[in-house]
Protein backbone atom coordinates (compact mmCIF):
# COMPACT_ATOMS: atom_id res chain seq x y z
CA UNK A 1 0.00 0.00 0.00
CA UNK A 2 1.37 3.38 -0.45
CA UNK A 3 1.11 5.52 2.23
CA UNK A 4 2.12 8.93 3.00
CA UNK A 5 2.76 8.06 6.31
CA UNK A 6 5.33 6.07 8.24
CA UNK A 7 4.13 4.38 11.46
CA UNK A 8 6.44 3.24 14.26
CA UNK A 9 5.07 2.33 17.42
CA UNK A 10 6.91 1.58 21.20
CA UNK A 11 5.60 1.22 24.59
CA UNK A 12 8.06 1.34 27.61
CA UNK A 13 7.86 1.02 31.87
CA UNK A 14 7.14 3.75 33.18
CA UNK A 15 9.27 5.33 36.23
CA UNK A 16 6.68 3.94 38.45
CA UNK A 17 6.93 0.66 37.69
CA UNK A 18 10.40 0.69 38.49
CA UNK A 19 12.59 0.34 41.33
CA UNK A 20 16.58 1.49 42.17
CA UNK A 21 16.25 2.68 38.47
CA UNK A 22 16.53 -0.59 36.86
CA UNK A 23 14.90 -3.43 38.41
CA UNK A 24 11.03 -3.86 38.19
CA UNK A 25 9.04 -4.13 41.23
CA UNK A 26 6.04 -6.67 39.98
CA UNK A 27 4.39 -4.35 37.86
CA UNK A 28 3.71 -4.86 34.24
CA UNK A 29 3.50 -2.19 31.24
CA UNK A 30 -0.14 -1.39 30.75
CA UNK A 31 0.11 0.57 27.48
CA UNK A 32 -1.22 -1.12 24.33
CA UNK A 33 -1.88 0.08 20.71
CA UNK A 34 -2.84 -1.68 17.53
CA UNK A 35 -2.20 -0.27 14.10
CA UNK A 36 -3.79 -1.53 10.59
CA UNK A 37 -3.56 -0.46 7.33
CA UNK A 38 -5.80 -1.82 5.12
CA UNK A 39 -6.90 -0.79 1.33
CA UNK A 40 -6.18 3.36 2.00
CA UNK A 41 -7.84 3.80 5.77
CA UNK A 42 -5.11 3.68 8.56
CA UNK A 43 -6.24 3.24 11.95
CA UNK A 44 -4.44 3.62 15.35
CA UNK A 45 -5.13 2.78 18.32
CA UNK A 46 -3.66 3.92 21.80
CA UNK A 47 -5.05 2.51 25.36
CA UNK A 48 -3.73 2.98 29.16
CA UNK A 49 -4.04 0.28 30.97
CA UNK A 50 -6.38 0.50 34.12
CA UNK A 51 -4.73 0.37 37.38
CA UNK A 52 -2.51 -1.84 39.40
CA UNK A 53 -4.07 -4.48 39.62
CA UNK A 54 -2.61 -8.05 38.01
CA UNK A 55 -3.19 -8.26 34.65
CA UNK A 56 -4.38 -4.87 34.06
CA UNK A 57 -2.60 -4.84 30.79
CA UNK A 58 -5.49 -6.90 29.36
CA UNK A 59 -8.19 -4.63 28.70
CA UNK A 60 -6.05 -2.46 26.93
CA UNK A 61 -4.95 -4.97 24.81
CA UNK A 62 -7.65 -6.32 24.27
CA UNK A 63 -9.40 -3.06 23.56
CA UNK A 64 -7.21 -1.40 21.44
CA UNK A 65 -6.96 -4.92 19.04
CA UNK A 66 -10.91 -4.57 18.97
CA UNK A 67 -11.53 -1.00 18.44
CA UNK A 68 -9.13 -1.01 15.77
CA UNK A 69 -10.28 -4.27 13.63
CA UNK A 70 -13.75 -2.92 13.93
CA UNK A 71 -12.98 0.34 12.83
CA UNK A 72 -11.22 -1.12 9.08
CA UNK A 73 -14.01 -3.49 8.83
CA UNK A 74 -17.08 -0.77 8.82
CA UNK A 75 -14.87 1.49 6.85
CA UNK A 76 -15.18 -0.78 4.25
CA UNK A 77 -18.61 -1.65 5.10
CA UNK A 78 -19.64 2.35 4.52
CA UNK A 79 -17.19 3.20 1.62
CA UNK A 80 -19.91 3.48 -0.52
CA UNK A 81 -21.34 6.17 2.09
CA UNK A 82 -17.88 7.94 1.81
CA UNK A 83 -17.11 8.28 -2.08
CA UNK A 84 -21.36 9.42 -2.09
CA UNK A 85 -22.06 11.68 0.89
CA UNK A 86 -18.53 12.17 1.92
CA UNK A 87 -16.27 11.70 5.08
CA UNK A 88 -18.72 13.84 7.57
CA UNK A 89 -22.05 11.70 6.82
CA UNK A 90 -19.68 8.57 7.08
CA UNK A 91 -17.91 8.77 9.67
CA UNK A 92 -20.44 8.66 12.37
CA UNK A 93 -22.21 5.29 11.10
CA UNK A 94 -18.42 3.79 10.98
CA UNK A 95 -17.81 4.73 14.49
CA UNK A 96 -21.55 3.75 15.87
CA UNK A 97 -21.37 0.24 13.68
CA UNK A 98 -17.86 -0.35 15.24
CA UNK A 99 -18.85 0.56 18.71
CA UNK A 100 -21.56 -1.68 18.27
CA UNK A 101 -18.97 -4.27 16.99
CA UNK A 102 -17.04 -4.13 19.80
CA UNK A 103 -19.78 -4.05 22.40
CA UNK A 104 -20.64 -7.51 20.56
CA UNK A 105 -17.16 -9.18 21.05
CA UNK A 106 -16.82 -7.85 24.70
CA UNK A 107 -20.16 -9.27 25.65
CA UNK A 108 -19.23 -13.02 23.81
CA UNK A 109 -15.31 -12.52 25.72
CA UNK A 110 -17.49 -12.46 29.09
CA UNK A 111 -20.29 -14.81 28.55
CA UNK A 112 -17.22 -17.45 27.31
CA UNK A 113 -14.84 -16.52 30.48
CA UNK A 114 -17.77 -16.85 32.78
CA UNK A 115 -18.82 -19.87 31.77
CA UNK A 116 -15.35 -21.35 31.31
CA UNK A 117 -13.44 -19.11 34.72
CA UNK A 118 -13.47 -20.61 38.14
CA UNK A 119 -17.24 -20.01 38.57
CA UNK A 120 -19.34 -21.87 36.37
CA UNK A 121 -22.73 -20.46 35.11
CA UNK A 122 -25.45 -22.21 36.52
CA UNK A 123 -28.60 -20.69 34.79
CA UNK A 124 -29.59 -20.25 31.22
CA UNK A 125 -30.01 -16.44 30.91
CA UNK A 126 -27.34 -13.98 30.73
CA UNK A 127 -27.37 -10.27 32.20
CA UNK A 128 -25.68 -8.66 29.51
CA UNK A 129 -27.06 -6.09 27.53
Given at each position: ?16 H ?23 V ?88
Amino acid sequence: MNSHFEVAAGSMLGRDHLCDGNLTIGKNNQDAYDLRQNAGVSVVIVADGCGSKSRSEAGAIIGSKLTAKALVEQWHRHSNLARTSGFDTALPQVLEAARQDVLAQLRILCVNSYITGPKRCTSTSSSLS
